[in-house]
């Protein structure tokens, strides 16, 4: 009989956050996240090595993603049979917000990869799903990224809820902005749900739907295979050079806050 080890998840708070865990988290994404495009030299005064791997050190990810108090981890860890040590398959970084628009509060994923040995298994899903859960009062939840197995993950973890361009058109930007995500600060969004069109569109029948410039030239050949493959049932359109597809779903948390004197939401804790 073959034992298999179960996955374990664990949310961690900014304050627990060592450079230890860092590591592990860096070289997780350094691994797994992906590839810099054929043109991110030419975006990059060629710092940037065209197919080669994308990496993020300690002080970078600290820079990045631990902005504030409001950010924490969530890891999805297996017990290795071979050493008894946990190794690190999957990370999710967020960061939580309140959000008055709609009487609660707001998660935001920052970085979200999982181990390539270890996809399609759900640990995507219930990494989000432990997000959304370790705020009190979630009432939306959102993300950045150009591959949509991330959008689908954050679907998951929000109830299945369908997407809603409405609700991405009336919400998304003012989350980016209330989040206070540094590396999103200046961005601009393009797409028909928040008209706002892109110059660099040739084809007005494909137009993008709900993008993020982010300028973050990584390599899109896997992710354009993907749309292909599931071109009838995703609806945020087309993805650009140097843009991201933007999201967000309303969501609720099991969590929910003990009314307070003051009737404000509390921290989250470990
Ligand atoms: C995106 C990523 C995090 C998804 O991780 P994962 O653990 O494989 O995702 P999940 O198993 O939770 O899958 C979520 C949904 O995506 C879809 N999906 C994921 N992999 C799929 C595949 N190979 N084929 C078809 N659908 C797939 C499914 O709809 C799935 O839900 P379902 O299984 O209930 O149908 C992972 O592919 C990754 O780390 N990629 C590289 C880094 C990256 O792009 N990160 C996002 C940037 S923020």
């Given at each position: 009989m073959t034992l298999v080890s179960p996955i374990s998840y664990t949310c961690i708070p900014y304050s627990f956050l060592t450079d230890r865990i860092l590591e592990k988290c860096s070289t997780l994404f350094n691994n797994n996240y992906g590839i810099w495009a054929h043109d991110a030299p030419l975006h990059s005064n060629n710092t940037l090595k065209a197919g080669s791997r994308v990496k993020l050190g300690i002080k970078r990810l600290r820079e990045l993603?631990?902005?504030?108090?409001h950010c924490f981890l969530v890891v999805a860890e297996i017990r290795s049979s071979d050493n008894d040590q946990f190794q690190l398959i999957g990370h999710a970084f967020c960061t939580y917000a309140k959000y008055d628009p709609l009487n609660g509060n707001a998660v935001w994923i920052t970085q979200l990869v999982v181990d390539s040995s270890y996809r399609r298994q759900g640990v995507a899903g219930t990494l989000l799903s432990m997000a959304t859960n370790?705020?009190?009062?979630?009432v939306i939840a959102g993300l950045v990224s150009s591959n949509p197995y991330a959008v689908m993950s954050l679907c998951n973890a929000c109830n299945r809820i369908p997407i809603n361009l409405k609700f991405i058109g009336d919400h998304a930007e003012n989350v980016i902005r209330v989040c206070n995500i540094p590396y999103l600060s200046h961005t601009q969004v393009v797409g028909s749900v928040f008209d706002k069109q892109s110059p660099?569109?040739?084809d007005i029948h494909h137009q993008p739907i709900s993008l993020a410039k982010?300028?973050?030239?990584?390599?899109?050949n896997e992710i354009l295979i993907i749309l292909k493959k599931i071109s009838k049932k995703w609806f945020l359109g087309p993805l650009l050079d140097g843009h991201e597809f933007l999201v967000v779903f309303p969501t609720s948390s099991v969590r929910r806050s003990r009314t307070t004197s003051n009737g404000s939401p509390s921290n989250i804790s470990s």
């Open positions: 993603l631990l902005f504030n108090d370790n705020v009190e009062d979630v660099l569109i040739v982010t300028d973050f030239f990584v390599d899109h």
